[in-house]
């Protein structure tokens, strides 16, 4: 079997102008080998059908085990100029189902005004092996909420090992109702042939898809593959109605494993579309066996600039004859219209051999700002950069030419310094919507095998953004929270690892109004590791925690944490917020003194109900009074009292033991505490 279909089965550095691009790198900071995170990606709009509303970023890692092999799982980021390296959302597959596989946004499939999402699952068994399912999910403020799971058992002969779910796409408004539909390819569907491939249509309604297929497409011979790869395909035919496209990379109409694309029509209500293509699509290349053609096809949106949407194919295992160098691989155009052909208006081969040009590409919103849309394509065997480094293209929109000479190239630059080789940077790619809101279209490429920071080869994914202000976040997560004994607990997880710091300092600041009202107090100064009682690592966690004075009243607390690297950066991060306002005491409480025993002086904090008449003294064993620390209304917070050992007429009082008690009305609490000479 071809290398091509082997890989498949198993399924800022850049040289452009650093105006149009800039780079960030998303993976799983905990990342597994085999994770495969970059395997399948997709932008999510805000708004259906609005390339500029990006909600967020879908990226699957179908290969990721957890507490079971091959369960899966998708990544969702939202769009800003600000990203946590973890995802904002994480969704988990069943054991052994290869949850996101594929995952895509299908449009506005429950009619509620936002873009939705799906995740193919094509090794889910049931009642036959690898069955497949597909999860669909809503978008919008809802997103990540399952709306329906479409099962690839429908009583449909041949459907048992069909991997329905291998790929899943928007397929437009195609039954012309008003609401967006959804297509499933299962590629190893047996009916009518064996592994003959099928691909299925999902009719969207108000609430969400239907749960059998409204629509079943097939291929025409056993072994096409039919399925493989699906897409919309818009006004390609230039009607009112939309179209959809089905690759079957194993189609011999012109010679072995030559690959062929169908195109269907849409309809409306009245003239309901039908399972008959209305266009078939092949390579024009010379040599098109073993090319696969139909390894992907996608919408190139407006890429020709006529008004009509066009669509790109995939040629990934193409051999050119003349001069012979093997499989560069191909993408080939076909301009839609009123009356399209089946004859390749566009062709662009890889620019090596073994390149695997054409294994992913996706039509993209307008990254230069020309006004008329981009395509994006991925090289994942390019070996220039080390075997199988791989490397990614642009495909400008409009353009004439037609030899790698004139793509824009886009390589990668590698999470884990000296990880290229085998990254297999490029074999995903999809545009990004206007991810960073500046007005022209993003762009990504997944690198399925490349390492990550600790070097585990768990997948990475490399967002590429026009604005150049996409910046990934160091401190990931940040919170603080009161304990009921006055302490405030600190939780934090950084984007580096805990070896690749070696000093922290963290500080604490009251501020009243906005202003400091003391000089900064250090909370922790030291390694950056177990052994302090302040400071806790846990797993990637880091815990602090701080016993802050009382606060003027409005008072609030925010900290300083500074962090000096392993290769000798300083990276500060200030002014993180400290909790909201601490808890109110109920009843009158006292924390142990500090420090006990005691000479010359003791601190003694304490709270009571807030308004509430209270008194914090000291007497001795005998219950005779001593000294009073503190008396007036409580502010319910805790409050902080000295005793230098004195009585309250200025005798220094003898050693031994004393009682601090805090009593508000009828309530009291008592701590004991000892002065030495």
């Known amino acids: 079997m071809?290398?091509?279909?082997?890989?498949?089965?198993?399924?800022?550095?850049?040289?452009?102008?650093?105006?149009?691009?800039?780079?960030?790198?998303?993976?799983?900071?905990?990342?597994?080998?085999?994770?495969?995170?970059?395997?399948?990606?997709?932008?999510?709009?805000?708004?259906?059908?609005?390339?500029?509303?990006?909600?967020?970023?879908?990226v699957g890692a179908p290969f990721f085990d957890?507490?079971?092999?091959?369960?899966?799982?998708?990544?969702?980021?939202?769009?800003?100029?600000?990203?946590?390296?973890?995802?904002?959302?994480?969704?988990?597959?069943?054991f052994d189902e290869n949850f996101g596989f594929a995952v895509n946004r299908v449009g506005d499939v429950n009619d509620d005004g936002f873009d939705d999402f799906a995740v193919g699952a094509p090794r889910y068994s049931l009642s036959g092996l690898n069955n497949g399912r597909v999860y669909v999910y809503s978008g919008g403020p809802n997103v990540g909420t399952l709306m329906e799971i479409l099962e690839g058992e429908e009583p449909v002969t041949g459907f048992v090992g069909s991997q329905f779910g291998y790929s899943v796409w928007a397929a437009g408004d195609f039954n012309g109702d008003g609401i967006d539909d959804l297509i499933v390819g299962a590629p190893y569907a047996n009916a009518p042939g064996l592994e003959q491939g099928?691909?299925?249509?999902?009719?969207?309604?108000?609430?969400?898809?239907?749960?059998?297929?409204?629509?079943?497409?097939?291929?025409?011979?056993?072994?096409?593959?039919?399925?493989?790869?699906?897409?919309?395909?818009?006004?390609?035919?230039?009607?009112?109605?939309?179209?959809?496209?089905?690759?079957?990379?194993?189609?011999?109409?012109?010679?072995?494993?030559?690959?062929?694309?169908?195109?269907?029509?849409?309809?409306?209500?009245?003239?309901?579309?039908?399972?008959?293509?209305?266009?078939?699509?092949?390579?024009?290349?010379?040599?098109?066996?073993?090319?696969?053609?139909?390894?992907?096809?996608?919408?190139a949106h407006r890429w020709s600039g006529d008004g009509y949407d066009d669509i790109a194919v995939g040629v990934p295992n193409y051999f050119d004859d003349n001069p012979p160098v093997r499989t560069p691989g191909r993408v080939e155009l076909f301009f839609g219209g009123t009356s399209p052909d089946a004859i390749t208006d566009r062709a662009v081969d890889g620019e090596i051999q073994d390149d695997y040009f054409g294994y992913s590409l996706d039509g993209v919103w307008d990254v230069q700002g020309s006004g008329q849309d981009d395509l994006v394509i991925g090289a994942p065997?390019?070996?220039?950069?080390?075997?199988?480094?791989?490397?990614?293209?642009?495909?400008?929109?409009?353009?004439?030419?037609?030899?790698?000479?004139?793509?824009?190239?886009?390589?990668?630059?590698?999470?884990?310094?000296?990880?290229?080789?085998?990254?297999?940077?490029?074999?995903?790619?999809?545009?990004?919507?206007?991810?960073?809101?500046?007005?022209?279209?993003?762009?990504?490429?997944?690198?399925?095998?490349?390492?990550?920071?600790?070097?585990?080869?768990?997948?990475?994914?490399?967002?590429?953004?026009?604005?150049?202000?996409?910046?990934?976040?160091?401190?990931?997560?940040?919170?603080?929270?009161?304990?009921?004994?006055?302490?405030?607990?600190?939780?934090?997880?950084?984007?580096?690892?805990?070896?690749?710091?070696?000093?922290?300092?963290?500080?604490?600041?009251?501020?009243?109004a906005a202003d400091p009202v003391s000089p900064p107090f250090t909370v922790y100064e030291g390694p950056a590791r177990n052994g302090s009682a302040s400071l806790r690592i846990e797993d990637d966690r880091w815990l602090l925690e701080d016993r802050p004075t009382p606060l003027p009243a409005n008072g609030s607390l925010v900290y300083d944490l500074d962090f000096l690297m392993a290769d000798g950066q300083v990276i500060p991060l200030h002014d993180l917020a400290g909790p909201t306002a601490p808890p109110v005491a109920l009843r009158p409480e006292l924390l142990p003194p500090?420090?006990?025993?005691?000479?010359?002086?003791?601190?003694?904090?304490f709270r009571a109900p807030a308004g509430v008449e209270s008194v914090c003294r000291v007497v001795d064993m005998r219950g005779w009074h001593v000294a009073t620390l503190y008396s007036g209304r409580a502010s319910g917070h805790w409050q902080e009292a000295h005793w230098n050992g004195r009585t309250d007429d200025g005798r220094a009082a003898p050693a031994g033991i004393y009682l601090v008690q805090v009593i508000s009305g009828a309530m009291s609490d008592t701590r004991r505490v000892v002065l030495t000479k």
């Open 2 to 58: 071809p290398r091509l279909l082997c890989y498949a089965l198993l399924a800022a550095m850049l040289l452009v102008s650093p105006s149009i691009l800039a780079d960030v790198h998303l993976y799983e900071p905990l990342g597994l080998a085999r994770d495969s995170m970059g395997w399948s990606i997709s932008e999510l709009y805000e708004l259906a059908d609005d390339p500029g509303s990006t909600l967020g970023l879908l």
């Open 66 to 94: 957890g507490l079971g092999l091959d369960r899966g799982r998708v990544h969702f980021w939202f769009g800003g100029t600000d990203l946590t390296l973890r995802a904002d959302l994480i969704l988990t597959g069943q």
């Open 198 to 299: 099928a691909a299925l249509v999902y009719y969207g309604h108000n609430g969400g898809p239907s749960r059998i297929p409204d629509l079943i497409l097939t291929g025409e011979i056993a072994g096409d593959h039919f399925g493989w790869s699906v897409c919309e395909a818009g006004n390609f035919f230039g009607g009112g109605e939309d179209a959809v496209v089905v690759g079957a990379p194993s189609h011999p109409q012109r010679g072995i494993q030559a690959g062929a694309a169908y195109v269907f029509r849409g309809g409306t209500p009245l003239f309901p579309p039908n399972p008959d293509h209305d266009a078939k699509l092949v390579s024009n290349a010379v040599s098109a066996a073993y090319g696969h053609f139909g390894f992907v096809v996608r919408n």
């Open 381 to 512: 065997g390019h070996d220039l950069d080390g075997f199988d480094a791989g490397k990614a293209y642009l495909y400008l929109g409009g353009s004439s030419a037609t030899d790698a000479s004139d793509l824009v190239p886009i390589y990668a630059a590698g999470v884990q310094p000296g990880s290229l080789p085998g990254d297999f940077y490029g074999a995903m790619v999809s545009g990004a919507g206007d991810f960073d809101g500046d007005g022209q279209g993003d762009l990504v490429v997944g690198a399925p095998l490349g390492n990550i920071q600790n070097n585990v080869e768990a997948g990475y994914t490399h967002l590429l953004d026009t604005s150049g202000t996409v910046t990934p976040t160091f401190l990931m997560d940040w919170s603080s929270a009161w304990a009921r004994d006055g302490r405030v607990h600190l939780e934090f997880s950084l984007a580096a690892g805990v070896n690749e710091v070696s000093w922290l300092t963290v500080r604490r600041k009251i501020l009243v």
């Open 594 to 605: 500090h420090p006990n025993p005691f000479n010359p002086q003791t601190i003694v904090s």
